[in-house]
């Protein structure tokens, strides 16, 4: 069992940044992947970034090069750097891991980026 805890969101201006944290009650180390989704009002929830096996990581197209994902496996915790922010990536943003026997989600942090 892995209880995922965020902080971070809030408001901020087109252009502005965010970074986002995600606190895991255990090692992080053995997870199977453990990124960022998000997901805005009356869409799926879509993947925003995320570590896999091997410490490999993965970005929406829409994100490149204006988010980071970053983690620090002493704090068990995994972090999202956003810079350049625009209107559309308002959403709630939800912390995400996978163990090889269960998926676990954090409660979400709302992300609203004013035009």
């Known amino acids: 069992q892995v209880q995922l805890v965020e902080s971070g969101g809030g408001l901020v201006q087109a252009g502005g940044s965010l970074r986002l944290s995600c606190a895991a009650s255990r090692s992080i180390f053995s997870l199977k992947s453990m990124g960022w989704y998000r997901q805005a009002p009356g869409k799926q929830r879509e993947l925003v970034a995320a570590?896999?096996?091997?410490?490999?990581?993965n970005y929406a197209d829409s994100v490149k090069g204006r988010f980071t994902i970053s983690r620090d496996n002493a704090k068990n915790t995994v972090y999202l750097q956003m810079n350049s922010l625009k209107p559309e990536d308002t959403a709630v943003y939800y912390c995400?891991?996978?163990?090889?026997?269960?998926?676990?989600w954090g409660q979400g942090t709302q992300v609203t980026v004013s035009s």
């Open positions: 570590f896999t096996v091997g410490g490999s990581t």
């Open positions: 995400g891991a996978s163990s090889y026997y269960d998926n676990y």
